[in-house]
């Protein structure tokens, strides 16, 4: 089978100030590399990339390309709220070593699908990178429809798309894209099936607070060992369902599980709230999250290091 080719989209480490936590960055992305993890999306949503100070924004994009330094595929975030808002926001990283930009459909207004096309081929006129599409319905409010998508996929600079809504609305879509055109799924509850059905262009932002995971889940579907994706992925069920049910916010839990991967800084930026000391306890307390933060998660990386032992040559 072709190999799986996972993106993660991170998070956003931040200081006291908001401003960009350099070291927390650093640490986050090689995380993600050093458990073989293909691409990098830095200022996606689960970067909170509408959140932060135009500043912190440029320092993520130029300090995401220094540390990523053409060893796996960068991505950036570029959507708001309108044509020119996007578009400065294009200016602001098209002199950065990056692979292409993702664009959200426009938020807080409802847009009907001609004022998409326009805006999305508009936007893939003056972009020097590659563009993606990004369709994220039960956000923006507005469906990228596969019409849509259609004649989108005409134009030269329009790559591909990130498609976040629910599968049964993105499977036609792999059918209808004319060849070349990326379909990039954000299924993460799905993967052993879709990996199994050779489906292997993936992205979300769970992958950031376990690459180990889907690391060894990524070497176990190349091996054909179906069973240990299939373990793998009861685990990241569990998992979300642990942290979407939790009862504080969502990102106050990433912070805390990013925390024990050794990433400073604080992804939630105000007004999102913080665990408290009562909830800490209550979310490590969870089997698991127990499982998660677990030293160096042992499983995880007994595979990867009998992945490496098999590639060693063979002494003579």
């Known amino acids: 089978m072709n190999s799986p080719y996972l993106i993660t989209a991170i998070c956003t480490p931040l200081t006291e100030n908001e401003d960009l936590h350099r070291e927390g960055l650093a640490r986050h992305i090689e995380d993600q590399l050093e458990h073989g993890l293909d691409g990098i999306l830095a200022g996606g949503t689960m970067g909170l990339m509408q959140l932060l100070k135009d500043s912190t924004y440029r320092d993520l994009v130029h300090h995401s390309a220094k540390i990523v330094n053409g060893r796996a595929e960068l991505l950036v975030g570029v959507g708001d709220t309108s044509f020119v808002r996007t578009r400065d926001r294009i200016r602001q990283v098209e002199e950065a070593p990056v692979d292409g930009v993702v664009i959200l459909t426009p938020y807080c207004y409802k847009f009907r699908q001609s004022e998409l096309v326009e805006y999305f081929q508009s936007l893939a006129d003056i972009s020097a990178k590659p563009v993606y599409l990004y369709d994220l319905p039960q956000m923006t409010g507005s469906k990228v429809e596969i019409e849509t998508v259609l004649t989108l996929a005409k134009h030269p600079n329009i790559r591909g798309i990130k498609c976040s809504d629910h599968f049964v609305n993105a499977r036609p879509l792999l059918d209808a894209v004319p060849e070349g055109f990326r379909v990039i799924l954000a299924q993460p509850l799905l993967m052993d099936i879709l990996l199994r059905s050779g489906i292997n262009e993936h992205l979300d932002g769970i992958y950031g607070v376990v690459p ?84 160096r998660s042992a499983a995880a990386d007994d595979d990867r290091k009998r992945h490496a032992m098999r590639e060693l040559p063979e002494s003579h």
Not at 256 to 261: Q, T, W
Request: charged share 20%; glycine share 8%; net charge positive.
């Open 212 to 295: 180990h995971w889907f690391g060894a889940m990524k070497r176990a579907a190349v091996g054909g060992d179906w069973n240990r994706v299939a373990a793998i992925q009861r685990d990241v069920a569990a998992l979300v369902t642990a942290i979407v049910d939790f009862p504080a916010p969502l990102f106050a839990c990433v912070a805390e599980l990013l925390r024990h991967r050794g990433v400073a800084g604080n992804p939630a930026p105000a007004p999102i709230g913080r665990l408290s000391g009562e909830e800490r306890a209550q979310l490590l307390a969870l089997p698991i999250i127990q499982k998660v933060v677990e030293p």
